[in-house]
């Protein structure tokens, strides 16, 4: 794989470009995490609002009908739901892991299947989140199992 | 919900079987016939579909595995017993004050069955958290690279 790149300050914004003969799966995951990378979502926290990279996000979490995003910095809450989040980081690492949640699995220490069909997943900073039964199938393909 | 009735009757068509199975070998031991009385096949069946539906505990999420676990044995355990003594299974060839002794082989048959199988699900349990972690690090070497 050849990799150019130009730098200068007459560029504003990033911009990638990618040659190639077809998108194979490896491509395909190096795109979503250049997506990943170049996506952002406000988030709020007392009165201020931040903007908020999606790398940094541990996972989304509801409760009572208010989405929470979860970082290692802290917790803000976002006006999108559940499902639009989903939907707008569907080709990242972001993945829906149950009725309530949205986790990235980039974020995941390790896995312990529970012996009642659901995943324990161990996030980087310790914290511990249940995969739903319902979503495990989706998670065991996202990882190509 | 269809999951939960899939479950119900998978539940139910395993119980009947090993029942039916545990009878004949019963009947052809202790009571050297190689037949089972069509009233015992009718009884094997409630009890059964008594086991499958406490078997659904397994699927409520919000119990940890511990709980539903001991709710599931306390449960299935007082149920074969209420059953035998209901439908006079305990009186089956021998005399009452035989009765207790019945009770308490029944108990210890199906306590020794149930840690059995809680010993194989731990098992495949360990070997499926190795697997998952795997490709899970795949996945993130993946993303990384």
Redesign the interface.
């Known amino acids: 794989m050849k990799i150019t790149i130009d730098q200068s300050t007459a560029y504003e914004e990033v911009e990638i470009s990618i040659k190639c003969k077809r998108i194979d799966e490896n491509l395909e995951k190096l795109i979503s995490g250049l997506r990943l990378y170049n996506s952002t979502i406000s988030g709020k926290r007392g009165e201020k609002v931040y903007i908020i990279k999606l790398e940094d996000v541990l996972y989304f979490d509801t409760v009572d009908e208010k989405v929470f995003i979860y970082t290692v910095d802290g917790v803000y809450e976002t006006v999108l739901r559940l499902y639009e989040i989903e939907d707008r980081f569907a080709e990242t690492s972001m993945l829906r892991i149950s009725k309530s949640a949205v986790l990235n699995i980039r974020k995941i220490e390790y896995v312990s299947p529970l012996l009642n069909g659901r995943i324990e997943a161990v996030l980087q900073n310790g914290e511990k989140i249940i995969i739903s039964r319902q979503y495990v199938p989706v998670f065991k393909r996202k990882l190509g199992y | 919900m269809k999951?939960t009735i899939q479950h119900f009757f998978l539940g139910l068509m395993i119980a009947f079987t090993i029942s039916i199975v545990l009878l004949s070998i019963i009947m052809s031991t202790i009571f050297e016939t190689f037949s089972v009385p069509v009233s015992l096949i009718g009884q094997s069946f409630v009890l059964s579909v008594l086991c499958s539906l406490i078997n659904l505990v397994?699927?409520a999420?919000k119990l940890r595995?511990l709980w539903?676990?001991l709710i599931g044995y306390l449960l299935t355990v007082g149920t074969i017993i209420a059953c035998g003594q209901i439908f006079g299974w305990y009186r089956f060839g021998g005399e009452s004050q035989n009765q207790m002794k019945y009770i308490l082989i029944s108990f210890a048959v199906y306590s020794l069955f149930y840690l059995v199988t809680w010993l194989i699900?731990?098992r495949i349990?360990i070997r499926?958290?190795t697997?998952?972690?795997e490709?899970?690090n795949?996945?993130?070497q993946?993303?990384?690279?």
């Open positions: 999951l397994y699927r999420e595995f539903q676990s699900i731990w349990s499926k958290k697997e998952l972690n490709k899970l795949e996945y993130k993946q993303q990384f690279n």
